[in-house]
Structure formats: structure tokens, C-alpha cells
């Protein structure tokens, strides 16, 4: 199950690739706050990271 944060960062995210810079302006979110999520999200297999950029899996 995803905290509300997560699902939120995952409809910020899209289905595209995005920069971690493009996700911190569309969420103004602290870097902290958001890199912890990317990390979580990347745990439960549901974004991945290829170079500078983070993409849905699901």
C-alpha cells in the first residue's frame, strides 16, 4: 500500500521520464523530503531510475 505521499509523487511523476530538478518544481518539495520518496517508490518497485531521471515501472 502507498502512503499519500507516494501516490502523490506518482501523479506528479507521470508516465514519462523526468529529472529529480523538474520533479523538485513540481512539487516544492524539500530535496530531503523528496529524495526519501523516490527511494521508497524505487524500493517497492514502482519507479526506477535511468541516469538523471525517474519513470514509472506501473
Do not use: N
Not at 23 to 42: D, K, M, V
Amino acid at each position: 500500500m502507498l502512503s499519500l505521499k507516494e501516490q502523490q509523487l506518482l501523479f506528479l511523476l507521470g508516465f514519462d521520464p523526468l529529472a529529480i530538478d523538474h520533479l523538485l518544481q513540481r512539487s516544492q518539495w524539500p530535496l530531503s523530503e523528496l529524495s526519501a520518496t523516490l527511494t521508497t517508490l524505487e524500493l517497492k518497485g514502482q519507479i526506477e531510475s535511468i541516469g538523471a531521471c525517474y519513470q514509472r515501472v506501473v
